[in-house]
């Protein structure tokens, strides 16, 4: 494992096209941002376990997919308070975090994904 000491503002570069930004560094907390191309799946790890469970147990079905109901959560109806796809208090980006509340993720003109205005 690398390990990297960095400031906020200070970025990391992965490849040529991924930019890994420290946005703010609380108590116990690191905000990070990260811009990669569209085609770059980016996940909280925690999220990433639970897609590759139900893929997992998906394959394992057959075809019946009654069985994930319990790893697959269905999207809120638009009606429903923070259905923008967020957790309650604003719409989340590419990488899973939220904006604060009343702040839409920024996208630049390229395939990059946003970060959320401080």
């Given at each position: 494992?690398?390990?990297?000491s960095?400031?906020?503002?200070?970025?990391?570069?992965?490849?040529?096209?991924?930019?890994?930004?420290?946005?703010?560094?609380?108590?116990?907390?690191?905000?990070?941002?990260i811009?990669?191309?569209?085609?770059?799946?980016v996940?909280r790890?925690?999220?990433?376990?639970?897609?590759?469970?139900?893929?997992?147990?998906?394959?394992?079905s057959?075809?019946?997919?009654?069985?994930?109901?319990?790893?697959?959560?269905?999207a809120p109806?638009?009606a429903?308070?923070?259905?923008?796809?967020?957790?309650?208090?604003g719409?989340?980006?590419?990488?899973g975090?939220?904006?604060?509340?009343g702040?839409?993720?920024?996208?630049?003109?390229?395939?990059t994904?946003g970060?959320?205005t401080?």
């Amino acid at each position: 494992m690398l390990v990297l000491s960095r400031r906020t503002r200070d970025s990391i570069m992965i490849g040529h096209q991924i930019v890994v930004t420290v946005l703010s560094i609380g108590r116990d907390q690191v905000r990070l941002g990260i811009e990669a191309p569209a085609d770059v799946e980016v996940h909280r790890e925690e999220v990433y376990r639970s897609i590759q469970q139900a893929n997992r147990m998906a394959a394992a079905s057959g075809g019946d997919v009654s069985q994930l109901a319990g790893v697959v959560r269905p999207a809120p109806s638009a009606a429903a308070p923070g259905a923008e796809g967020g957790r309650a208090g604003g719409p989340a980006n590419r990488s899973g975090t939220e904006a604060p509340a009343g702040h839409e993720p920024e996208r630049s003109g390229s395939a990059t994904s946003g970060t959320a205005t401080p």
